[in-house]
């Protein structure tokens, strides 16, 4: 009996053109965020249970992969009916990163500004497009008070989109302080604010029509048509919210304005007015963007001055965003992005065990003027290497034979056309350069 | 009571410029692996338990970190007393590389070059130099069986130290079968082979006489003198072991001449009879990279062409190497090329709410030419600001105040030597350029 080949449920493997267009997204991500300024970070995959619990507990339980304890220590967990897990793989890069923080803060420039790309894992239900492993990327100002950390922010996704060639997303944007502001002016009490937050949310997905019904059935006709009049207005009634939190709408304004100001498509700027981006998470401004061609958001963020409260350490003002990495790559592959990927310039095909350290020789030669060439490695018959070489999806195939050899040149054989023709080393990298 | 901010034991955290060095490194033997025409990998961190523990289980279980059913799955498995984990994490990159090909093989290029560089886990004692997550480096060819794929494996690491500006390592080559053939011309009988080789594999750690008498005592004292004479011998005795095994003589003569002929340090490629790496994994020739700052190996490998056999594909020929990644790190961060990492160019200070969008604008400019700028978030004591650009390594420190943003130029302030000068944004670009 053999064992599977398939990957666990949820998991899974990546085939050479994906890995090469994951990798080149991955690595202008960095380069763009470098150019901020924004400094990488990377955590272990595997945290203590305390730590991916927090003091709450409960709440992430679920989402937790969670590895079993150890030899003698399991023993006596199963003996005396305690937890049978210490570890834990991590489900996102935020908690990690605060504890992070909360370690090396001091030693670290003030304010940091960090990115951490990797994966995480999440014990979540399989689902077309939802993963339980994925990769998250996220870019974080920590120290800073400044709403010019949300412009550095929100400038620095932007400018990774446009890096990508992907359309200049919508950037939503909105403040927490600003919707509890509103739900208290239109006289929602203080104990159905998330309720409300919660029936809001769903404006995106649900009818209008229900998503007021439901806000009237939770607090009441009155406050529910205060609120359609504030959140939900085609444009965005700036004295009708800046009477309600006058403090927040100035920020978003400021925050706005800087944005516009250095785009090329200030249009693409919003304000929100009912953008949640969860209910407990953030504490001031909060941001979205949004492409065309998904239903869903490309990635978010806002600011959570609550970061590292967990680990004992004082108030830490932070600001941070995502870009949710699966779903750009969904839009690069349909773009036809990711396409062509990681070809060789040209493959090297081997004539013979004799005459194969010429052979490597003008290999070498080609890649020290930067050229990828791949060597074919056993002397089998120059048609199956040929055919390695469409396999490939190399632009040449180059064959060194006893009269090649000889003549000290090498034959060179465009594989689109089928073209051949015997030249020297240095005309055959020109040759191969022209088209790489 | 705040949560402990120290990873897991074993497990670690990497500062911003450790990031960059160890990023840096991937990237480079990225690129040198595609350039002889490797194609990268990727499969999932989780793998079934059948899968890592393979047909015969046991020996594996201890070295991993097992993941704990999830819900009603676990409830059954306590209630039964059954397995309590069905997933776990990868203790190596070879094992996920053997369920790829198995499932993905016919659609890839035959012979197939690939390469994996990514995180596993192992459940061991953590102690000084060994971690429970570490990196792999690993490169493959599948479905060759000429001893070219050899030639390419080796070619390809060395080329890649020499990209490190690492000093070229001394490569030890043997061969599995020329091993066998030495023991049982030496009159090892085959139920001693292993124990034997067990011993000969100790003479890097332990000294001559006591391997010789261990030798002794496990194969009989004619046989252990025979493999003194043999495999211990100062220059390799070429016609005592092409007695023994002329097949293997010459294929590794074969191998060894190739590299020998494209190299520059063709002293570095020798013949080591006792070499071992391991017992039961290769089935052809071996090799192991020396470096003199480091006790043990910088990498190795060999051929085994059994890859593929707990998948229930049929017989696939294939040869691998791996790089030691944490240890090429230790090098490098020895010899000093791991400093200075991922400064930004220059820091762009904010002088007032009010300046910042002229301060973003010049930023972006400064960005579209290469260089990377780092905008201080916000409008905090210029002091501080200069502070942050010290503590970012930052060349230059940029400001723009009212003076300067009605003139159209900005103050270039070199942090080294504290010079300042106002001038255009192309000049700017051009001083800031030519010490990037």
């Not at 239903?295 to 003002?317: K, V």
């Amino acid at each position: 009996m053999s064992i599977a080949t398939t990957p666990p449920s949820g998991f899974r493997d990546f085939l050479p053109a994906q890995v090469a267009a994951r990798h080149d997204a991955i690595e202008t991500i960095s380069r763009v965020y470098r150019s901020f300024g924004f400094q990488r970070v990377a955590t272990s995959a595997v945290e203590d249970s305390s730590v991916l619990l927090g003091k709450g507990g409960g709440e992430n339980d679920k989402l937790i992969f969670k590895i079993l304890k150890r030899g003698e220590a399991l023993d006596r967990a199963i003996a005396e009916k305690k937890d049978l897990s210490d570890l834990g793989l991590r489900f996102d890069l935020t908690l990690p990163l605060a504890r992070y923080y909360s370690k090396y803060g001091s030693s670290l420039p003030h304010p940091f500004k960090a990115f951490n790309i990797g994966p995480v894992w999440r014990a979540e239900r399989a689902q077309k497009g939802r993963y339980r492993e994925f990769t998250q990327c996220d870019v974080d100002i920590i120290g800073s008070d400044s709403w010019g950390a949300e412009v550095e922010v929100i400038t620095a996704i932007c400018a990774v989109f446009s890096s990508l060639g992907v359309d200049h997303p919508t950037v939503l944007l909105n403040d927490r302080a600003l919707i509890y502001a509103v739900l208290d002016r239109a006289g929602v009490p203080a104990d159905k604010r998330i309720p409300a937050c919660v029936i809001l949310d769903k404006l995106d997905k649900v009818e209008r029509a229900k998503v007021l019904e439901d806000l009237s059935a939770e607090v009441g006709v009155g406050p529910a048509q205060a609120l359609e009049k504030i959140m939900m207005a085609e444009t965005p009634d700036l004295n009708a919210l800046a009477s309600a939190s006058c403090e927040a709408v100035t920020r978003l304004q400021s925050i706005l304005g800087a944005l516009k100001a250095g785009s090329k498509r200030p249009d693409r700027f919003v304000l929100a007015p009912s953008l949640m981006r969860g209910f407990d998470y953030y504490t001031g401004p909060v941001f979205e963007f949004r492409h065309p061609s998904l239903s869903g958001s490309l990635g978010g963020g806002g600011r959570y001055d609550n970061l590292t409260e967990n680990f004992g350490t004082p108030h830490t003002p932070a600001c941070g965003g995502s870009i949710g990495f699966e779903r750009l790559m969904l839009i690069l592959e349909e773009a036809g992005k990711a396409d062509g990927l990681g070809a060789p310039d040209a493959v090297m095909t081997i004539f013979s065990d004799e005459l194969r350290s010429r052979a490597l020789e003008v290999a070498a030669a080609l890649r020290g003027k930067g050229l990828s060439v791949d060597v074919f490695p056993g002397a089998a018959k120059l048609k199956q290497q040929f055919k390695y070489a469409d396999q490939k999806k190399a632009g040449y195939a180059l064959v060194i034979g006893p009269d090649e050899a000889a003549r000290g040149v090498v034959q060179v054989k465009a594989l689109a056309s089928g073209e051949e023709q015997a030249m020297t080393v240095e005309e055959a990298c020109a040759r191969i350069a022209a088209r790489a």
